[in-house]
């Protein structure tokens, strides 16, 4: 869901500027990339992890109910 919600801002289909949203932020450092490649770099660091993060937390919940399943 994040991945997608920061593509569509990245294209310019999510909220509008005033609103902060990472794929927005993305795309605005592309115009800055060879001068300041952080306004890329950063909010970049942060899909992957929130994605990454969430990943881990489904697959932990889905495991501990999976084990609570096999008790019964």
């Known amino acids: 869901m994040m991945l997608e919600i920061s593509a569509l801002?990245?294209?310019g289909f999510g909220a509008q500027p005033?609103?902060?949203e990472w794929g927005s932020?993305?795309?605005e450092g592309r115009t800055y990339l060879a001068?300041?490649?952080?306004?890329m770099l950063y909010p970049g660091m942060a899909i992957v992890i929130v994605v990454v993060v969430?990943?881990?937390l489904?697959?932990?919940i889905k495991d501990l109910i999976d084990i609570k399943?096999?008790?019964f």
Not at 35 to 39: N, R, S, Y
């Open 25 to 27: 932020m993305l795309n």
């Open 58 to 60: 489904g697959d932990n």
């Open 18 to 20: 005033p609103i902060p």
């Open 9 to 11: 801002s990245f294209l």
């Open 54 to 56: 969430f990943n881990m």
């Open 35 to 39: 001068k300041a490649p952080w306004l």
């Open 69 to 71: 399943e096999e008790d």
